[in-house]
């Protein structure tokens, strides 16, 4: 069992920058692959990007690629979605999950994410 809480959302204007924080707590952290997704007000949930569980290799949507980075500190539990030149269409709530390990990226699909966060809601203000 792993839990996750995100952290970081809040209200902010277009062009800023936001980090978002997924503190993880039960079985090792570290061995494990994370993912970042949106929800959108009625829409799909949304995949962003991913991250190997070494930190080695990383993905992103093509929505967000060369605005936001995922980084992981596993000494801390936890792993980080630094969000540049927020745009309106970036609000959303944001959910980090956790899948098994390997060096497989850009895996969109939210079933082979075995836990999830509750999210945290991002609203980007134009």
């Known amino acids: 069992q792993v839990q996750l809480v995100e952290s970081g959302g809040r209200l902010v204007q277009a062009g800023d920058s936001l980090r978002l924080s997924c503190a993880a707590s039960?079985?090792?952290?570290?061995?494990?692959?994370m993912g970042w997704f949106r929800q959108a007000p009625g829409k799909e949930r949304e995949f962003v990007g991913d991250?190997?569980?070494?930190?080695?290799?990383?993905y992103y949507a093509d929505s967000v690629k060369g605005r936001f980075t995922i980084s992981r500190d596993n000494a801390k539990n936890t792993v980080y979605l630094q969000m540049n030149s927020l745009k309106p269409e970036d609000t959303a709530v944001y959910y980090c999950?956790?899948?098994?390990?390997?060096?497989?990226?850009?895996?969109?699909?939210?079933?082979?994410?075995?836990?999830w966060g509750q999210g945290t809601q991002v609203t980007v203000s134009s």
């Open positions: 999950a956790v899948r098994s390990g390997g060096l497989r990226v850009g895996v969109r699909s939210s079933s082979e994410y075995a836990y």
């Open positions: 039960g079985r090792t952290f570290s061995s494990y692959n």
């Open positions: 991250i190997t569980w070494g930190g080695e290799y990383t």
